[in-house]
């Protein structure tokens, strides 16, 4: 089991900047896979970012391709998400989420119902 907590949200300007960061409790990080997520409000959850538990393939929302960053750092049982060229429409809730996987390295998955742990979420903000 694991415990994901995230960090880094926060109020910006619209063009601004904002890292995320999700901290995992165990010794087994790297057997995860990783995923960001969000909600707005009166909006479903939808998925933003995906990460190997190898951290080598990544995969992202089209809505945010280009402007965010997935990352991660095994060795710090984290996973960042750097988000630039921030929009109004970015404004959500952000969640963390954690897939127990031990085959693909490279497998990244995308759908919610995947995901088997979930921190309790930041909230991000751009004004306008």
């Keep these: 089991q694991v415990q994901l907590v995230e960090s880094g949200g926060g109020l ?3 063009g601004g900047s904002l890292k995320l960061s999700c901290a995992a409790s165990g010794r087994t990080f790297s057997s995860y ?3 960001w997520f969000r909600q707005a ?3 479903e959850r939808e998925f933003v970012s995906g990460i190997s538990r190898s951290g080598g393939n990544t995969y992202y929302a089209a809505s945010v391709k280009g402007r965010f960053t997935i990352s991660r750092d095994n060795a710090k049982n984290t996973v960042y998400l750097q988000m630039n060229s ?3 429409e ?3 809730v952000y969640y963390c989420a954690a897939k127990k996987w031990v085959g693909l390295l490279t497998y990244v998955p995308t759908a919610e119902n995947e995901y088997n ?3 309790q ?3 991000v903000t751009v004004s306008s």
């Design 12 to 14: 910006v300007q619209a």
């Design 33 to 35: 896979a990783m995923g």
């Design 41 to 43: 409000p009166g909006k």
């Design 86 to 88: 921030l929009k109004p």
């Design 90 to 92: 970015d404004t959500a």
């Design 117 to 119: 742990y979930w921190g």
């Design 121 to 123: 979420g930041t909230q």
